[in-house]
């Protein structure tokens, strides 16, 4: 069960976030920033919702205080936007934000849901991203992508439009950085996330599988054992995103 710091002013707000998590994770409610930092350095918070203006102004050095303590914090804004806010929206992307909520269009319980984990991913992506940088730019990309987006239906095509490169292209460009052709890295950024899910020992392998798309429960413990020789249970008790990066690291080669 995940831990998640919740600064929100709006009533509404709480109640829908609330209904998204469905008591399947523990919610702290913080009533200033002064708060949300505390909750995120005495307890063992994963996710942080905050209401960037909650105080009058964005308090972005509270923001970058938090993603440098704690690496795998994942940081969603929950915010109404209005045109004066532009630029603090673009500030609070440079400063480390993983998601963005948008007040009546991104706040029904499905939707809410749906944010929370492609930012959950997002914060376990950190994982890579220094231990890739010596990749070009292509591969880069396309290792980040296949974390970041790992609960969409990936194809190879798809994951070369997101990188800006045609599919045989990507596919030359992982062939000579001796990486895992598409197909094969989409299912290793699939498995990294599903090691992060698996932490909680409140989800169970067949919802893991049901949540990024796996054909069945029987179909991901396959993939588990194909590319990890491990069983659900056992990435969680190896430690879960951490070792399964490890195990993507090997396979690269990475220093």
Known sequence: ??????????PVALQRLNAAVHGEHIVIHC????????ACKEESVSLAILDLFAEGRAQFDVIR???LRAERLTLVAYVTVTPERSRDLFDAGRAGLDG?????QDDTPAA????LERAEARGVAQLLRPRVAHYPLTVRDAIMVAVTRAHLRLTGQRLAEICGASKRSLLSALDEARCPPPQKLITWGRLIVAAQMLEDDQRTADGV???????SG????NTCQRYLGATPQEIRAKGGANWVASRFLLELGAP
């Open 100 to 104: 963005l909520l948008i007040a009546s």
């Open 31 to 38: 009533k200033s920033w002064d708060a949300l930092e505390t």
């Open 209 to 215: 599988a049901r949540m990024l798309d796996f054909p």
């Open 112 to 115: 809410f849901r749906a944010v």
């Open 218 to 221: 029987s179909a991901f413990r």
């Open 65 to 67: 205080r938090l993603k």
């Open 1 to 10: 069960m995940a831990t998640i710091a919740a600064m929100l002013t709006d």
